[in-house]
């Protein structure tokens, strides 16, 4: 794979909300979006189960993920690096 063909997947960053699959984490990714008629801007969520073999990822860690063909039934995506860990309590 060369950097060309890499460059044209999709990218998008969340926040992991559960790791108890095997090699699939469930990515929640937040987007704010305006509202078209009364302009107030809000928020909108979607969830991503993604693909996660060498990399470690827990959950509450910022991820970034990147689409791929599918892996499985509800698994299009793949964890490229995780971005900042999450704080112990």
Same mark, same amino acid.
Request: net charge positive; aromatic share 2%.
């Given at each position: 794979?060369?950097?060309?063909? #890499?460059? !044209?997947?999709?990218?998008? /960053? ?5 790791? @108890? !699959? #095997? @090699?699939? &984490?469930? %990515?929640?990714?937040? =987007? =704010? &979006? @305006? +509202?078209? %008629?009364?302009?107030?801007? !809000?928020?909108?969520? =979607?969830?991503?189960?993604? +693909? ?20 499985? @039934?509800? &698994?299009?995506?793949? %964890?490229?690096?995780?971005? /900042?860990?999450?704080?112990? &309590?």
């Amino acid at each position: 794979m060369n950097e060309a063909s #890499q460059s !044209m997947r999709r990218t998008l /960053e969340g926040r992991v909300v559960s790791d @108890k !699959m #095997q @090699k699939t &984490v469930t %990515v929640l990714i937040e =987007r =704010r &979006v @305006k +509202h078209p %008629v009364i302009g107030k801007v !809000m928020i909108r969520s =979607r969830k991503y189960h993604a +693909h996660i073999d060498s990399i470690e990822a827990a959950t509450g860690d910022l991820v970034q993920i990147e689409e791929c063909a599918p892996l499985a @039934k509800t &698994v299009a995506w793949r %964890v490229i690096k995780v971005l /900042e860990k999450a704080r112990a &309590v």
